[in-house]
């Protein structure tokens, strides 16, 4: 069975309401295309105006991060049922900066992913190397380690409808694309993962993303490879690049 491809834009700590809903607009008719998936992952403030300007349009919208808790003292926090009932569909969970500047585990995440579930959030669960563990050929190593430790207690039926974006730290935002055949084959090493602590119709029913300064012109050959799903895309999210993605 073919997988549907999934493009979403992950807009990190960027634009204000008012650009939030001039961009959705400038890149509507640009990401028209009914055979992908195109998500806009949104700052939390934006989250409602975004939702509300993507209506009747082929976008759905996702969130940057979440708590793990339903409600109560957490100051400054948002909950699954917050984003939920505000129209919110996918969530990022484990993005390698929430891992590197916020301090979140494997175990946290993992908490994060169930509740995402509980909740009806589909999880886009981030997973990557940094240069110095590819230098150290630990790469696979490390990503089946936070892969297993993130799906704890994930049923095989959660995994099959989620999407896991494989992000090598040394691409992200640095204009340093991994090769079409270096991605594929940690994507691929996912899938066999999947298979290994699932089945197999389960690593086949998987959505893998590539992210990590994909763009308007690596894109096609990225998106080629059997075991890439789709992408993850920051800066080039941002201008009209993405219509190209979601096109490619
Ligand atoms: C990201 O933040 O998930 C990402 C892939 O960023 P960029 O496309 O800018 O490398």
């Not at 998500?39 to 509300?52: G, L, S, T």
């Not at 505000?86 to 946290?108: L, N, Q």
């Not at 090598?168 to 935002?173: D, E, F, Q, R, V």
């Amino acid at each position: 069975m073919a997988r549907r491809r999934i493009i979403a834009g992950n807009w990190k700590m960027n634009m204000t309401p008012s650009q939030a809903v001039e961009l959705v607009n400038t890149l509507k008719d640009l990401v028209v295309n009914d055979a992908v998936d195109v998500v806009y992952c949104v700052p939390a403030i934006d989250i409602v105006p975004v939702v509300e300007a993507v209506k009747g349009s082929n976008v759905a919208v996702g969130a940057e991060n979440m708590y793990i808790e339903d409600k109560g003292a957490f100051t400054g926090e948002i909950s699954a049922p917050m984003l939920v009932d505000a129209g919110v569909k996918y969530v990022i969970i484990g993005h390698s900066e929430r891992r590197d500047y916020f301090k979140e585990d494997d175990a946290f995440l993992n908490a994060k992913v169930k509740k995402a579930f509980e909740a009806g959030l589909t999880p886009i669960l981030c997973c990557g190397e940094s240069l110095e563990q590819r230098e150290s050929g630990v790469t696979m190593d490390w990503i089946r380690l936070q892969i297993k430790s993130d799906l704890v207690g994930v049923t095989a039926d959660q995994v099959k409808s989620m999407v896991i974006a494989y992000e090598p730290i040394w691409a992200i935002g640095t204009g340093k694309t991994a090769t079409s055949d270096q991605a594929q084959e940690v994507c691929k090493g996912i899938r066999d993962l999947i298979a290994e602590i699932y089945d197999t119709d389960t690593a086949e029913a998987v959505r893998i993303q590539y992210g990590g300064s994909m763009n308007a012109s690596n894109a096609a050959e990225l998106l080629s490879k059997p075991d890439i799903d789709g992408g993850l895309i920051g800066g080039a999210s941002l201008k009209a690049d993405f219509g190209q993605i979601v096109n490619a």
